[in-house]
């Protein structure tokens, strides 16, 4: 009787558990979705309604404008990644992916855990040349 007591106590734990989690995956979930801007597990989320060319430019320009240097980055139609450097050191990381010929994803990284207000300010920075 004991360990049917344990096996329920530790069954209800973890349907409470998953319940008390899913939320937040489903509202972090669903505001990516929704095409919206979103910051999920240290990276800032971002649509972006532009050409590959465009969005590039407007990433270099972006990164200049907050005085980050500019370490190096490629991309074409599909993908890309951009590297920059801040007066701290720190490696910030912009990437994109398409999600159709005129739609991308980027995203934005700062150091290892990331930075919300960093990242925040470099998207407005390049959305600035967008």
Request: proline share 2%.
């Amino acid at each position: 009787m004991n360990k049917l007591i344990r096996v329920g106590v530790v069954s209800v734990l973890l349907v409470g558990a998953t319940f008390q989690f899913s939320g937040c995956v489903a509202v972090v979930a669903g505001g990516a979705a929704a095409g919206g801007t979103a910051y999920v597990l240290g990276d800032l989320q971002v649509p972006v309604d532009a050409s590959a060319q465009e969005l590039e430019q407007a990433i270099k320009r972006g990164g200049q404008d907050l005085g980050l240097q500019y370490i190096n980055g490629s991309g074409d139609q599909t993908a890309g990644k951009y590297l920059f450097r801040n007066a701290g050191d720190e490696k910030i990381t912009v990437s994109y992916r398409t999600k159709s010929p005129v739609f991308y994803e980027m995203s934005i990284r700062v150091g290892t855990f990331g930075d919300s207000s960093v990242a925040a300010s470099l998207n407005q920075a390049i959305q600035k040349h967008l």
